[in-house]
């Protein structure tokens, strides 16, 4: 079984994208430097040509909105933000654009476009480099969400991405570059708006986005050595997100909590809560918990920083929070 | 109007384009006056010259984009006119399916891949169309239109500063009909200079009188050919007045004194009739140059009552063409 890191599994998606589909091209800022993205697009541009692996101007808005031109006209453009921060310049192209282009004209055209953004917390970077926007994208009809959490994922996603034929957002997270796991040298997809259960457990469902995913088993761990065992779902979809496999687990667990490293207002935590509420009220025994960063931007230092993400430890807390009340 | 000598079904064709387009527009403003139309129209009355101009050196595989005041671009470009008409009155049959009214049109059969209201929003697609080409080599143009308000937008100084870095087969054409609603150019930039923003980026540039159809057919010409061949691309401002208000089919008096002037001196060089001077200078009969007028009258009649008699969309097919 072959192992490769999150990053290197994201290159060979490009580099197998790039080299079966002539349609597929790649143009953002930092494509031909050495380190701008991560080492996820490390010399691409030297295999495929600078024609097709294009490092752009700073012009978020040109670059997003050529990316939808292009896939309007037959292409299957990824077009590459390599902070979601900076990505917020294109948003016209992403939602007036892409999102509305098929359902405007009927379905007689669409904007089959990877829109790649990048999250990357922490280092005292502050709050324009941290940003995790997901939820103000999955608002909007029309635009798949997807935040792949594994090597395996970062690869399959970005297949299907491209694959998909509708506008999708890959969101991927720096902090899991270095992360390794099973990736098939093949090409593969995965399927957009499937969860997978990384943890089975009898007590309590976590369904956790992205970086929450690896920082939720971790706290599984540490809570199953307390008696308590914990489901992990990782949601991989965040729209369209996969309501049967949390429905199967809540009616297990009877309990469910949310993680997303995003702000708690209106964000992807409240939608399922929302959602799983209603659709699950009878079964739930306490009230569904939300583990979000606070309603407040990113701060640079690191005296500050550890006070405003979150992780396993507040995945640990809040799930010993809802075991600590009375029992139904 | 001096161009050398193009050929008279050059011209006839040309004239055809142009009162197809007024009596289109015309058609349109009666319905939305009686009532019949609700969508918002923006009428390209007295704009016709530059439409027609450009999309008379394209080929069908050429892609044309444009924004809110698009009927005058989808039927230059030979869209076909009862799908444009029954789209107008939101029918079932339209181009959009009901989906779009008057400021979302599309004829994916000749190029237009959808035309949208945001101001300056189709011009980066209208790169990207470029770009696609430029990957494929298909030899395709891609032709922007939009007015003097987007050129304050910063998608077209970046969409000029990439087009030019990457030598892309695109027309930026920009219709300067010197007002953006109801503000004149003069109260939104220090400048009547929007031929000069392509110097910046690298891109030619060239100022033309927009209501002479045959100077915007030269313009564009030139454009076309450097754009096919490799050598990027180019800016036209075509200098041109709408009749009507910004929207819908008033004449737009409430705009003040200044515009009652203008539009007084632009319709007294009206394009259709300037053309039409030139017609009967090369010999035509008047009846001969006239009789245009019979056959653009029955196409649109034929479209009007196609969209009148067409259903309305299904109210069961709402939530579709979205995954």
Known sequence: ?328 | MQHGDPPISLLRQLYRTMVLIRRFEEAVADHVTAGEIKTPCHLYIGQEAVATGVCSTLDREDYVWGGHRSHGHYIAKGGDIRALMAEIFCRATGCSEGRGGSMHICAPEVGILGTVPLVAATIPLAAGAALASKIRNDRRVSVSFFGDGATEEGHFHETLNIAGLYRLPMLFVCENNFYSSHLHLSERRVCDNIDSAGQLHGVPSVRVDGNDVLAVRDAAMGAVDRARNGMGPTLIECRTFRWRGHVGPSWDMDVGIKRKDDLKQWIDRDPIRLLREVLLARGESPEEVDAVETECGDLIEDSVRFAKNSPEPDPGQVLQHVF
């Open chain 1, 1 to 328: 079984m072959r192992t490769l890191s999150y990053v290197a599994a994201l290159r060979e998606a490009h580099a197998q994208l790039l080299s079966h589909d002539s349609r597929v091209f790649v143009i953002g800022q930092g494509l031909w430097s050495p380190w701008y993205a991560g080492g996820s697009m490390q010399d691409l541009e030297k295999e495929f040509g600078r024609d097709r692996v294009i490092d752009s101007p700073v012009s978020e808005n040109a670059t997003t909105g050529l990316a939808v031109g292009a896939a309007l006209a037959g292409m299957r453009p990824i077009v590459f933000h390599p902070r979601m921060d900076f990505m917020l310049l294109a948003v016209d192209p992403i939602v007036n654009q892409a999102a509305n282009w098929s359902y405007m004209f009927a379905g007689k055209v669409k904007a089959p476009v990877v829109i790649r953004a990048v999250i990357n917390r922490g280092g005292e970077q502050g709050a324009q480099h941290a940003q995790a926007l997901q939820a103000m994208f999955m608002h909007v009809p029309g635009l798949k969400v997807v935040m792949p959490a594994t090597a395996y994922d970062a690869k399959g996603l970005l297949i299907a991405a491209v694959n998909d034929g509708n506008p999708v957002l890959y969101i991927d997270e720096r902090w899991l570059y270095a992360e390794s796991g099973h990736v098939p040298e093949e090409m593969y997809s995965v399927p957009i708006g499937s969860a997978a259960v990384r943890r089975r457990g009898r007590d309590v469902t976590i369904v956790a986005t992205s970086i929450m995913v690896k920082e939720s088993i971790a706290a599984a761990e540490v809570l199953s050595r307390e008696g308590i065992d914990c489901e992990v779902i990782d949601l991989r979809s965040i729209k369209p997100w996969d309501r049967d496999t949390i429905l199967q687990s809540v009616a297990r667990t009877r309990r469910l909590v949310i993680a997303d490293a995003a702000w708690h207002t209106c964000g992807v935590a409240a939608e399922i809560a929302a959602t799983i509420g209603a659709d699950a009220f009878g079964l739930l025994r306490q009230a569904i918990l939300r583990i979000t960063l606070p309603d407040v931007p990113a701060p640079s230092s690191a005296a500050l920083e550890p006070f405003y993400f979150i992780g396993a430890a507040d995945v640990v807390s809040a799930v010993r929070r809802m075991f600590c009340g009375p029992l139904k």
